[in-house]
């Protein structure tokens, strides 16, 4: 079935396609939804049968179907499909989260009226392009679907555009990660000005490492991240991320959990054989990553919009995924171990299941009582039963309580930090940060869980239970919640099947049997404190959140209130990046501004200017008189005389 893999996004193109065409009165159900359904579901079955193909063993790297796009001179432009396990990873996340999101929005987006058409046209090109990107067998074919994937994202943040703060939102978005694409962007050229060429193949066959100088390996690898940065909002990118929930929370739920950020950390993953050859971009990766996940995790303490909390846990999750694949480069070139590069894309399988399930169970509170503010929920266990424990599911997942799957990533994740502290010790320090996220993080998202599903309600709504429409896509994503972290222990496990896709970069990984890496996990010290340090989050959001009686006043007082408004402000990084374009970027526009005004324009006008008036003074010397005329010609005529015969020879020239 690798051969027809290239068919994989032309099912949800197709839909968009139709919905876009087609008359109103031919598009059956809802506006289109039932197009967007079939075209995410012909996806979906084509990718499983994918995945199953590559699980057997079978991969399509380099020799896959090709077609020529674009000959320049001597360069010819080839475009074709690079099918490996990292791909198949992808591949399950975008058609399982993209399928099920497409489903719930049927529920969703009932009330949009004519918007919905727009909606189900601009998804099913969102789920498409994605799919290109994964499947993409070259750094150009995958930047345009990169670019592609950042225009659908504007226009589903931007989806109410009539309310200013989602226009600002997607505009916000579209522009900050276009700092990154411009950065990746001169990353491949880099690499096309030393190697000739940005196919997979040609450049991770070794070649590009004798052919690209050390330094600017370290510079197009450092670029092409910087890319990463900005598509998976990791820090200093990162404040678009939580403006992006002003679109449906269906969009965010895609965003967060499928397409967009998860494009970041795909890039990184399948740069890896670029980036073993630069260990100092491979540090700037850990350290990035490491520095993220911290900073997100205390903005999300205090946030109190429903999706801001989810948003910011987003970024801070991301942050652990591109931690791991800094460390896990280092356990590659130093120890021959991919134990890191598959934790992270451990870590982004799981993660993309238990994100969906909590922004879909999000939209389906939000969806209740028409408010994003936690501070007038409560009490809503009662009357969303289904909503509250699939929520709950995802909870605890991302918490890292076992069995459910976020512990199993989250500890591998760790893990590999901790082991890389071995060969820098740099890593022991971003351990200690992750530990400290993972406290933080059970915190946060057990708060958001007492708030909005424990005690008393605090406003007047009728709340009910969303429809199964709803209901169903949070079933089946907090089952995956729950299970998808034993993917470790099936078969030769999951650490084995995503490392085949770098097998050729280290060199006898010994991954033993389940039981050998159930006792390896817990029977290192190290698991119990993230998980000693995960229990005492909930314990202390129950205490504060939980249980009535709590003053939580005592938080806006002394330092503490500092710290509060700090955190309340996303450490001020926000406001700085706005007074950055008020007070120097509309600065320095004013002052191009004036300079072409009064410089450019002025040298222009000058000109003209002179012009006229010479014009203006040569014309009054044509008078149409012609004895006026015959008079400056004799007058002419004398002086050239003079000219010629005396001071010429005076001067003797």
Not at 123 to 140: E, H, N, R
Request: a neutral charge; one cysteine or more.
């Amino acid at each position: 079935m690798l051969e027809y893999a290239w068919l994989i996004p032309v099912f949800p193109f197709a839909a968009f396609i139709l919905i876009s065409i087609l008359p109103k009165r031919t598009l059956s159900w809802e506006d289109g939804a039932g197009y967007a359904i079939g075209g995410a579901l012909g996806a979906f079955a084509l990718s499983m049968l994918v995945i199953w193909d590559v699980i057997a063993g079978n991969t399509m790297v380099g020799d896959g179907p090709k077609f020529e796009w674009l000959v320049i001179g001597d360069i010819s432009v080839v475009f074709g499909i690079w099918i490996d396990e990292l791909t198949a990873i992808m591949l399950v996340v975008v058609s399982v989260v993209g399928t099920l999101v497409v489903f719930y929005s049927g529920g969703y987006m009932h009330g949009e009226g004519e918007r919905r058409r727009r909606y189900y046209a601009e998804i099913t090109l969102f789920i498409s392009v994605m799919y290109g990107l994964v499947i993409s067998d070259s750094y150009l074919q995958m930047f345009i679907f990169w670019e592609l994937v950042g225009l659908c994202s504007y226009l589903l943040i931007g989806f109410w555009y009539e309310k200013p703060s989602a226009a600002s939102a997607a505009k916000r978005a579209f522009i900050v990660t276009r700092v990154g694409d411009i950065m990746f962007m001169a990353g491949i050229i880099i690499l096309f000005k030393y190697v000739g060429s940005l196919d997979f193949a040609t450049l991770f066959d070794g070649g590009a490492g004798a052919a690209v100088p050390t330094d600017m390996m370290v510079l197009a690898t450092a670029l092409i991240f910087g890319g990463a940065i900005g598509k998976s909002a990791q820090f200093p990118l990162h404040e678009w991320l939580p403006d992006a929930m002003e679109g449906p929370t269906t969009v965010s739920a895609l965003i967060h959990a499928a397409t967009m950020v998860k494009a970041g950390v795909y890039l990184t993953a399948r740069s890896y054989p670029l980036l073993v050859q630069a260990p100092e971009s491979l540090m700037l990766v850990a350290v990035i990553g490491g520095v993220t996940a911290l900073i997100a995790a205390t903005v999300a303490l205090v946030a109190t919009d429903i999706k801001r909390v989810l948003a910011y846990s987003t970024i801070s999750q991301l942050g652990y995924m591109t931690l791991a694949l800094g460390a896990g480069g280092y356990l590659v070139v130093y120890a021959g171990s991919g134990a890191g590069y598959s934790a992270a894309l451990l870590h982004l399988m799981n993660h993309a299941f238990f994100k969906a399930l909590l922004f879909l169970c999000a939209g389906s509170v939000i969806h209740a009582v028409g408010t994003n503010d936690m501070r007038f929920m409560g009490g809503l266990g009662k009357k969303m039963r289904i909503t509250s424990l699939t929520m709950l599911f995802g909870a605890i997942a991302i918490s890292g309580i076992p069995p459910f799957s976020g512990f199993w990533s989250k500890d591998e994740v760790l893990a590999a930090v901790y082991s890389a502290g071995e060969f820098d010790s740099l890593f022991f320090l971003l351990w200690a940060m992750g530990i400290a996220t993972a406290f933080m993080t059970a915190f946060y998202m057990f708060r958001m869980w007492f708030m909005t599903f424990a005690g008393d309600p605090r406003s007047d709504y009728q709340a009910h239970e969303s429809p199964r429409l709803m209901t169903v896509p949070l079933i089946i994503l907090a089952a995956l919640a729950f299970s998808s972290g034993f993917a470790l222990f099936i078969g030769d496990g999951f650490g084995m099947f995503a490392e085949h896709s770098i097998g050729s970069l280290f060199h006898g990984a010994h991954h033993g049997s389940a039981m050998d890496l159930l006792a390896g996990i817990f029977g290192d010290p190290l698991t119990y404190v993230s998980l000693v340090l995960a229990a005492a989050g909930i314990l202390v959001a129950y205490a504060v959140y939980g249980k009535p009686g709590f003053d939580r006043s005592v938080f806006a007082k002394g330092v503490g209130g500092a710290l509060q408004r700090a955190l309340e402000n996303r450490w001020y990084i926000s406001k700085f990046y706005d007074d950055f374009a008020v007070k120097v970027v509309y600065g320095l526009s004013l002052v191009a501004d004036a300079f072409d005004r009064y410089v450019i324009d002025g040298m222009v006008n000058g000109f003209a200017f002179l012009g006229t008036k010479s014009g203006e003074i040569l014309r009054r010397a044509q008078s149409g008189n012609v004895q006026r005329y015959a008079s400056l010609i004799v007058v002419g005529l004398c002086l050239l005389l003079i000219f010629m015969l005396y001071i010429v020879p005076w001067g003797g020239w």
